[in-house]
């Protein structure tokens, strides 16, 4: 019985660490147009460098809805710290994001195919690089150790099944994945 706790509490911390960037990574669902990132613009290779899906206004989703979610928790436990986590935090799966949609143009992936692994976890990597980096992890007291990356790295993608498949049937995607 003490495992099962023991395990339930990793991932709900690992839930508590993430939920900043996962909401960030989610929220540029709800944008149906926008000006690209990229200004139209083409790689040496040819291809756009991230696509007309990679937007301004997505990217302001990010910002706002990681910042909403540390805003939250700076409620919830009284630490205004944790209102420049959910930013660190939206930042960094914003990059992550922008990082997966380069990397799926220069393999000839195109907007909206799927790209199992990468389209889940790109954030994630991301997320924790630069909230690593930019130590406010000891502000906030939360600890990304390899146990919660794991964690992360085996949950997250389900859960991003899950609400894709969910904003699919609210008709926010036109994919299932």
Do not use: W
């Not at 990229?38 to 899906?53: E, H, L, Q, T």
């Not at 939360?142 to 389900?158: A, D, M, R, T, W």
């Amino acid at each position: 019985m003490d495992l099962i706790k023991e395990i339930l509490s990793k991932i709900l911390e690992t839930l508590i660490i993430y939920f900043p960037s996962m909401a960030a990574n989610g929220a540029p669902v709800l944008i149906k147009k926008g000006t690209p990132i990229d200004m139209n613009k083409r790689f040496i290779d040819g291809r756009r460098i991230f696509g007309d899906g990679k937007t301004f206004e997505g990217l302001g989703l990010f910002i706002i809805f990681g910042t909403a979610i540390g805003s939250i928790y700076t409620v919830y436990v009284n630490n205004i710290y944790f209102i420049l986590y959910g930013l660190i935090s939206g930042i960094g799966a914003c990059v992550g994001d922008l990082v997966g949609a380069f990397i799926k143009r220069r393999l000839g992936i195109e907007r909206g195919a799927p790209a199992p692994l990468l389209d889940q976890t790109n954030f994630l990597v991301l997320a924790t690089i630069v909230i690593r980096l930019s130590g406010i992890e000891k502000y906030v007291n939360l600890h990304i150790n390899i146990e919660n990356y794991i964690i992360g790295v085996l949950l997250i993608p389900l859960i991003h099944l899950a609400t894709n498949y969910g904003a699919f049937r609210l008709k926010l995607k036109k994919v299932p994945y």
